[in-house]
């Protein structure tokens, strides 16, 4: 059985994203003309700072050094960062992550939904489906078992939670 580039990549870093109290979400490895780019993709619970991504950069920059058979020989670019704003959903902890946020389901049968995900438990999600023309919203349930996809959708007038309390 063979090993992937990417195999190999995340059997090394995973312990070191882990010890900075993060998730490995994404290895990607591509050709950025002459030069290879290596981007990592990390997330929490409560989202990464800046510094976290510039520290975790540095620890896996020494490790890649350490470890040369691993890159191959040749230049490469390391970008280490978060999810962006509208991250696809792929894992339950994606979904836990985004409750509370604005959601496109495309579900099996080939149907599409918008939604704000209300709770997510082990089966699936619980969905308030916006009104349409001064309609009420709705409540939903969907299965896991019912999504072929779903991305989280940027939303540019949301009320801030803070903005709702009050």
């Not at 509370?100 to 082990?122: F, M, N, P, Q, Y």
């Amino acid at each position: 059985m063979s090993t992937t580039q990417s195999d190999r990549l995340r059997a090394l870093l995973e312990p070191l994203v882990s010890a900075e109290g993060l998730d490995l979400e994404d290895i990607e490895v591509s050709r950025a003309g002459r030069r290879r780019q290596l981007r990592i993709v990390v997330d929490s619970d409560e989202g990464v700072e800046l510094d976290a991504c510039a520290d975790l950069s540095r620890a896996i920059s020494e490790k890649l050094d350490e470890t040369p058979d691993v890159m191959g020989e040749g230049e490469y670019v390391l970008e280490v960062s978060s999810p962006g704003a509208d991250r696809p959903l792929s894992e339950h902890r994606h979904y836990a992550r985004a409750t509370g946020r604005l959601a496109k389901l495309t579900l099996h049968d080939g149907s599409e939904l918008v939604a704000r995900i209300l709770t997510v438990d082990d089966e699936g999600l619980d969905l308030e489906v916006p009104g349409v023309k001064g309609r009420k919203p709705t409540a939903r349930r969907v299965a896991f078992a019912d999504i072929a996809k779903a991305r989280v959708e940027i939303e540019f007038s949301r009320k801030d939670k803070k903005e709702e309390e009050a």
